[in-house]
């Protein structure tokens, strides 16, 4: 009888700690910025700067974890890299 070929989380730490470290900071960066955008109509906008300042340390951390339940770095990098373009793609058409 043939083993599931069930899919493996593969130690190959280094990737994905490079994806996590800089994908994930930028990311983190978009995502910040996106709550200042839709944030500023709503309340001042001293206030939205600093709240969008602060979340990047809260966003980048828990992106930085999740690189490394991906199978492979690749595929890391691949998810990633495509959140990053559809997070700054967001953040170009809201900003005009």
């Known amino acids: 009888m043939k083993k599931n070929a069930a899919k493996t989380i593969q130690p190959d730490w280094w990737s994905k700690s490079c994806v996590g470290a800089i994908l994930g900071l930028s990311l983190a960066i978009a995502l910040g910025n996106l709550i200042v955008v839709i944030g500023k109509h709503f309340f001042a906008v001293g ?38 373009t559809v997070a700054y793609s967001c953040l170009f058409f809201l900003r005009g």
């Open 47 to 84: 206030l939205m700067v600093q709240i969008g300042m602060w979340s990047i340390a809260w966003l980048w951390m828990p992106l930085f974890f999740i690189s490394y339940l991906f199978y492979t770095g690749k595929t890391a990098f691949i998810y990633m890299a495509l959140a990053n």
